[in-house]
């Protein structure tokens, strides 16, 4: 992984910590009126004492670890591959990306044999059929989005970013819906190898952080080994190191997480977006930037004399401007400022 990726996943870690340090339920006991919630979890009061949880803390702390895994889900499993790989989220419009009426019975066939459970999956038999029934006219495709799209002169990977474990029904239509990209995606581009793949950022069922094992992993979902090949799955590590082209990238990833999320971010936080302190401790503040991984800053440090020197009001300006704004996005149009002079 490169400094500069290092530096581009921080600045998303560094927004995802920042949102939800803004969002924590301070004072947790304070009940949240949801009625229906707590009606049922009074049953299992005494299971909380015995945990050192109450009812009230449950409920806020649940819609907090909610807003977590959503964050987790769209905006940071996602960002991070983009990251790595150059990609990018793309949709596509079935009337503009469209299949053969024979690719579509063979879709039809092809799922109704998986759920009646005729045939077992198998991605290459299935990639044959559809391509060995390009015929008949052209008929409107499915719209779909790929979460990660990556092309390049002779290949494309579109990725379906998974962070929770679907359902029957959700798996079967996401199948459905791969097989018809696929088809699509070859009719428009019928020089490039296509694969589109589910990607698990993590296996839950593993014992280690890292670690992985596709089959216990989709025989704990519900019918998932029935739609699905291990061939179109990409989980944990697999997944990480598949994008960056590196092995250990799951582990340095968490590692960038840990070297950031430490119980005195907030105060970090604070303390590098305030400017005066880039002026007055600036050795202190270099050291925050290190351990983040914020190496555009560490240069902007480096050479604050010198900026402060320039009386151009532009460059002035954003020596004093933050890095980051209140909701922990990166000040980017700052850094670009003070690196061109």
Sequence with gaps: MTNEMRQEISKVIIKVLKSKFDTFPIDAAQPR????????????????????MNVDVMISMSSWMHGL????????????????TNGTKRSFKGDKFKIYSDQERIISEIMTDL?????IPNMINEDKLISDNANGKLVTGTNFTADCYIEDSTNIIAIELKSVRPNSGETRGEKQKILKAKAALRNQYPNKKIQYFFGFPFDPTSDTDTGYNKKRFMANM??????CDEEEILLANELWSFLSGEQGTMQEILNLIKSIATIDFFSKFEFINNSQNLIKYTEKYIDILSSWYLFDEIS??????????????????AVFSCPFFENGKYNENRVKVLLKC
């Design 33 to 52: 009126n949801a009625p229906f919630h707590k009606a049922f979890l009074q049953a299992f009061s005494e299971k909380f004492n015995q945990v050192g």
């Design 69 to 84: 895994n959503t964050t987790m889900g769209q905006t940071f499993f996602e960002s991070v591959a983009h990251i790595l």
């Design 115 to 119: 759920k009646n459970g005729d045939k």
């Design 222 to 227: 519900v019918e998932f080994s029935k739609f």
């Design 300 to 317: 902007i440090a480096q050479n604050v004399s010198e900026f402060l020197q320039n009386k151009n009001r532009k460059v002035q300006s």
